[in-house]
């Protein structure tokens, strides 16, 4: 079982990053950051690809929407893929744009058949454009999506089933949902397809409470360390699933030393393989 563990490529973390690449298996880069980048920058880019394994991950697509896709958009992912060679390329399951405006964010649209259509239609887009479907990413959201018909497991089951897609499952997304709207993060696991999982995302929050109405909510800001409810949810994976997984480790901002981002990526691997563990003696143990 080859799964691999790495952290999200930012410029505070480079340094740390290049002088550990033994304890790191691969870097997820956000595509977005170069998209427009002088040559040099994007030569660098290139560069690192040479050194370790590279992950595209983009933040402004609006997949999941009943909005069609940026072509443009579409054709500066595709270069940029052609030019650095990823291993995979990524982007959310969100709404960022409708009517010409941009929202400024990644928010979650209202779950219906009629967003589950428009996911997979822009799906189908991005893989005639780049040549290559991305894994899709669950988002977390402070806001239980409006005029929703569909949990958010069934949805996200129900887009991956449409596109023939796979996920890229944030745990600390699932965890924040989970935990903010009253439902088990473990019943979002069983009701995806074990094989479509294909990436984890790790990362941390903090509590935040609502002024008006004094409802505290988990908020998702990848500036603080992963929770322990995080780890579980990545050995219960490890349960589930029997494919290898790309867990990355993301952080932006409030910077600790390199070695404690080390140290939760060593977490992350301890999590994952009890949860191998235990599926393979479960496997034994129906097999006797």
Same mark, same amino acid.
Not at 1 to 19: C, H, K, Q, T, Y
Not at 213 to 229: A, G, I, Q, T
Not at 273 to 282: F, K, L, P, S, T
């Given at each position: ?6 952290? =999200? ?11 550990n690449l ?5 870097? @997820? ?9 002088p040559r +040099? ?20 697509? =609006?997949? +999941? ?36 405006? @941009? ?6 649209? %209202? ?34 999506? %409006? ?9 996200? +089951? ?12 944030d ?21 995806? %397809?074990? $094989? ?30 992963? %929770? $322990?409810?995080?780890?579980?949810l990545?050995?219960?994976?490890? @349960? ?9 480790? $993301? ?9 404690a981002?080390?140290s939760?990526?060593? &977490? ?7 949860? &191998?563990?235990? &599926? ?5 143990? @129906?097999?006797?």
């Open positions: 079982m080859n799964d691999r563990f790495g952290i =999200g490529w930012r410029p505070e973390l480079a340094a740390g990053i290049l002088s033994e304890r790191i298996d691969i870097v @997820e880069v956000i595509a977005d950051d170069y998209f427009d980048a +040099a920058k994007r030569r660098a880019l290139r560069t690192l690809a040479r050194q370790i394994p590279v992950a595209l991950h983009g933040v402004s697509l =609006g997949l +999941a929407s009943a909005v069609e896709v940026d072509k443009r958009r579409l054709e500066k992912t595709a270069r940029l893929i052609a030019e650095v060679q990823p291993e995979f390329w990524s982007e959310h399951l969100a709404f960022v744009r409708g009517g010409g405006i @941009e929202i400024g964010h990644l928010a979650a649209p %209202p779950r219906t058949e009629a967003t589950v259509e428009g996911a997979a239609h822009n799906l189908a887009a991005a893989k005639r454009i780049v040549g290559s479907s991305p894994l899709v990413e669950n988002i977390a959201t402070l806001i239980d999506p %409006p005029g929703s018909k569909l949990s958010e497991a069934n949805w996200t +089951a129900n887009i991956l089933d449409a596109a023939n897609g796979r996920l890229l499952l745990l600390h997304n699932l965890y924040a949902n989970a935990v903010n709207f009253s439902f088990d993060p473990y019943t979002f696991i069983d009701l995806i %397809p074990p $094989e479509r999982v294909a990436t984890i995302h790790l990362a941390g929050g903090r509590w935040i409470t609502a002024k008006s109405s004094n409802e505290r909510r988990l908020l998702d800001d990848h500036l603080h360390d992963v %929770p $322990e409810p995080v780890y579980e990545l050995r219960y994976v490890g @349960e589930k699933t029997s494919q290898p997984l790309t867990v990355i480790l $993301e952080r932006d901002g409030r910077y600790p030393p390199m070695a981002l080390l939760q990526l060593a &977490r992350a691997r301890q999590a994952l393989q009890r949860g &191998r563990e235990r &599926r393979h003696a479960q496997l034994k143990l @129906e097999a006797a």
